[in-house]
């Protein structure tokens, strides 16, 4: 069973206020980060939009959850 539907908060009613209080309590329900920085505040969906807030690029080579290359040894976004 998915969290949400274990949570009740798939039945019809349920208010915002009590889908996001669930969203903060079980961060699993969001099931992606959101990444806040000076620049800006994303969720990460897909993941690699999160680069564009960032100050600095991660040290590569950095991959995506399925294996694709996001930036290369070079510290290069791809």
Known sequence: MRPAA???LL???V???AILVAMVDQPILVNRSIVCTARSVRLSR???V???VLDRIP???FRKE???LLVD???RRV
């Open 50 to 52: 999160v680069l564009d």
């Open 6 to 8: 274990e949570l009740g």
């Open 66 to 68: 399925d294996g694709e």
């Open 59 to 61: 040290a590569g080579p």
């Open 15 to 17: 208010g915002d206020e």
């Open 46 to 48: 897909p993941s690699e």
């Open 11 to 13: 039945a019809p009613g």
């Open 73 to 75: 040894d070079q510290w």
